[in-house]
């Protein structure tokens, strides 16, 4: 068994290309490029086992040799992701059941009849490769670049494969993603945390592809810097996903669940305070803030349009066809990786970011909803958008945190919170005016409110 640590990025052909003689690939190209052409079958149960299990079980010919092998899902965020992995060499093009024994196998499916398995899907292509190598600081790294383009094909549904894969032969995880994001400056890349073997079983069932990741596991007394680690990582990784599943579809409702968790990042960021000072996220919060006001108010136009709605996957694509979404999120995850907001910060910082999550965001909801000062908006309710980013931060910590939070009926103030933002975003008439006076006084006179502003 071997562990396997990689980033896969989508590319155009274009884009792929123009990989192939990058000056930072090119100055460190250590071996050249291979061509290798790669037929993959994969198996699996008729009622997807393998799948459930979260592994995959695929047989390989490259050239005149055959490869079996079993990759387990393992870990995977934003796109960065390690599974476990097993090779076997073949003499024939015959998948061998006997090779799959306790030492490899899911438990999970240890009474499965493995003569059940039957072929799923292909994915071949052709992937030009090379070793990437150079210093970082005293520690040598090695990185096998991969050039895919092909196609996975299930039944009659097929789709293209054209991708960048980064595998980490030797050094930390983090250079995978310093080189991404150098790459990402010059040429459009996206993060993409699904894997060929995924798109084969999205392209048999559409909608089984799972688009949100598990909800992080919070406690009242971890530090808050793990829970920006948590919830940072869970946004990202949901945006990702997101963003790849409404390119495949251009389903509009995944567009809004993406800019959502866009919102939701840039209020995280603006909430911690000297936790993580300003300078450290100012490069992600720039990048958030273009998306951001570029997408917003298309999104809230193709709420009540349908020709917004019909214009958006095109609109989508060309954005794509753009760096800032893929630098933002390599940039992110390095961010995260890196827990770069601690570097520098000073000793009131540090305290901050080492404090008991309960205690620090019963602290910072407590100021934020005293700043908020509800009754002077139930008088001047024209005002109220105004107090938007603040809202935000309130509901961003309300949504992903509030089971850490002993305050009474928490999910009420959620709601009736959010009934309020969205009120504030809408445009203004005697109606709206009205509307934003009355939810208001209700969130005002809500028990956890109350309790906030004591």
């Known amino acids: 068994m071997q562990k396997e640590t990689e980033i896969k990025l989508r590319a155009s052909r274009e884009t792929l290309l123009a990989l192939r003689d990058h000056p930072l690939l090119k100055k460190r190209n250590k071996s050249g490029w291979s061509r290798h052409e790669l037929f993959n079958q994969y198996y699996d149960t008729a009622e997807r086992d393998l799948a459930q299990a979260r592994v995959a079980l695929r047989l390989r010919r490259d050239g005149e040799q055959f490869i079996q092998t079993l990759k387990s899902r393992g870990q995977s965020v934003a796109g960065l992701s390690e599974r476990n ?208 006001q570029d997408w917003r108010p298309r999104v809230e136009a193709g709420q009540d349009d349908e020709g917004v709605r019909k214009a958006a996957p095109m609109q989508f694509a060309e954005e794509l066809g753009q760096t800032r979404w893929g630098l933002l999120s390599l940039k992110a995850s390095l961010w995260l990786l890196q827990r770069s907001w601690t570097e520098g910060r000073n000793a009131r910082g540090d305290r901050q970011g080492a404090a008991e999550l309960g205690k620090w965001l019963l602290h910072l909801l407590a100021e934020e909803a005293k700043s908020l000062q509800l009754p002077r908006y139930q008088q001047q309710p024209e005002d109220l958008a105004e107090q938007s980013p603040r809202m935000e931060r309130l509901l961003v910590w309300l949504h992903l945190a509030r089971s850490v939070l002993e305050l009474p009926e928490v999910d009420r103030l959620y709601g009736e919170l959010a009934k309020l933002h969205e009120l504030a975003r809408q445009p203004i008439d005697e109606q709206a005016l009205e509307m934003r006076v009355e939810q208001a006084h209700l969130v005002w006179t809500l028990k956890a409110w109350k309790q906030l502003e004591k």
């Not at 097993?86 to 059941?97: E, F, G, P, V």
């Not at 993060?191 to 798109?199: G, L, M, W, Y």
Request: proline content about 4%; glycine content about 6%.
């Open 85 to 292: 992995e097993w090779d076997w060499y073949l003499d024939k093009a015959k998948l061998d059941t006997k090779k799959l024994g306790d030492d490899c196998w899911p438990a999970s499916l240890a009474e499965l009849d493995k003569k059940s398995l039957k072929p799923i899907f292909t994915t071949d292509f052709v992937r030009e490769k090379a070793e990437i190598a150079w210093g970082r600081g005293k520690t040598k790294v090695v990185i096998e670049a991969a050039l895919d383009l092909g196609q996975v094909k299930a039944g009659k549904q097929s789709e293209e494969i054209c991708e960048l894969e980064l595998e980490l032969r030797q050094g930390d995880p983090e250079a995978l993603l310093e080189l991404a994001a150098e790459l990402a400056a010059d040429l459009p890349l996206m993060p993409c945390d699904i894997s060929k073997a995924e798109r084969g079983y999205r392209l048999h069932d559409a909608d089984g592809y799972n688009l949100q990741l598990p909800a992080p596991a919070l406690d009242a007394t971890m530090p808050l810097d793990d829970a920006v680690v948590a919830l940072g990582w869970q946004l990202l990784g949901n945006s990702q996903r997101l963003a790849e599943q409404y390119r495949f579809n251009g389903r509009w409702k995944l567009l809004s669940d993406w800019l959502q968790q866009l919102i939701e990042l840039r209020a995280l960021l603006g909430s911690l305070g000297q936790a993580a000072p300003r300078a450290s996220s100012r490069e992600l919060r720039e990048l958030l803030d273009a998306l951001i």
